[in-house]
């Protein structure tokens, strides 16, 4: 599934139990900054793609987008800049 707004919670829950190390006070604003702002700049919607179980979201795929330069053409992409499953759910 896709980014919808009425999962920032499950994400950001995520986010905390994906990366301990990370500081708790950057989680939220490195995401919105990477996928959301990212996408607005570029008026598309975020390249994020999400799996989620009963427990809520469990992987996470993201790419900022990126426009690229092809001959005279120009085209939109994803520069992947993140994967993670969580620990309990890899191999499953």
């Given amino acids: 599934m896709g980014y919808a707004p ?3 919670e499950e994400i950001f ?3 905390r ?3 301990p190390r990370r500081r708790p006070d950057w989680i939220e604003p490195r995401w919105r900054w990477m996928f959301l ?3 607005a700049r570029l008026d ?4 994020v793609w999400l799996y989620r179980s ?3 979201v469990v992987a996470h795929q993201g790419a900022i987008p990126v426009r ?3 001959a005279n053409e120009e085209r939109v992409t994803g520069w992947f800049v993140e994967t993670m499953v969580l ?3 890899r191999g499953k």
């Fill in 87 to 89: 620990e309990s759910v």
């Fill in 37 to 39: 702002a990212s996408a």
């Fill in 54 to 56: 009963t427990k809520g």
């Fill in 44 to 47: 598309i919607q975020p390249m």
């Fill in 13 to 15: 829950a995520f986010q």
């Fill in 6 to 8: 009425s999962l920032v």
């Fill in 17 to 19: 139990q994906a990366y």
């Fill in 68 to 70: 690229l330069q092809i």
